[in-house]
């Protein structure tokens, strides 16, 4: 058995439980690397000097069995540019508030490990968008994909701007927002959501257009095929405009051409038995907390 681990380390609450973590893969006999900023922090409580460390450019490679993740859903997103396209499956482990990707929480983080050995988990496989800029693909860099979304919005200016939006070459609309996101199925229940998008399965071929609060109020979040090409063109008042990739920020020139499409790889996700993603909905969402049910 062979384990990554990764956590933010501002987190100093999770020191004791990363503690229980290493003492349940140990039992296992199980190899470990963690990421050396993280494997830093833990070092001023834990002895950690026995485990290999992992940066985004060395140490991981696809003979790992898992990558725990410790932190909130903005963790799990940040480990998405060190799995990349190597296929090793990732469990989150939550310490934040909210969490739709990092389903255990942290009390029951030695489940993490049982259940795994146990084999009472699936691998459930999530879609990622990717983005090409053209001439300003520089402004994005290597880490041109997102797991939850890719987001353009205005940027040094209250005021809005507008998106023209081309799907598979043809005209759909020009959107006069403050900005609008292409969502997956993993992100419905995050930006999109709160923008007023639909919650979507993980396991569709979908994606969603969403508006951020757009101007022409018969703008309504759109689902298509996640195999449509996007085309973006913004303009506005200010030279520039931001395009978001989860929680990485690029700055583009007003007028670029943005194409926005599913990316050629997948992020593995280790969903467990007893963690499952409708258990999620019903606890992040209080469905069924109506008296009436």
Sequence with gaps: M????YGQAYHDNTLDYVGELLDELEKESAVI?????????LAKKLNV???SAFSERHGLDSSFDMFVSFGGDGTILRATTYVRDLGIPIVGVNTGRLGFLSTFSKEEV???VQEFVQGGYAIVERSLVEVNAGSQAQEIGELNFALNEITVSRKDTTSMITVETHLNGEYLTSYWADGLIVSTPTGSTGYSLSCGGPVIVP?????VLTPIAPHNLNARP????????IRLKVSGREDNHLVSLDSRIATLENGTEIEV????FTIKMIEYKS???LKTLRNKLLWGEDRRN
């Design 2 to 5: 062979k384990v990554a681990i």
């Design 261 to 264: 499409r599913k990316a050629p």
């Design 275 to 277: 963690e499952n993603f």
């Design 203 to 207: 396991t569709a071929k979908s994606l």
């Design 49 to 51: 000097d026995e485990y």
């Design 110 to 112: 030695r489940k993490v």
């Design 222 to 229: 759109l689902v298509i095929s996640d195999d449509t090409v």
């Design 33 to 41: 690397a963690i990421e050396e900023n993280f494997r830093n922090h």
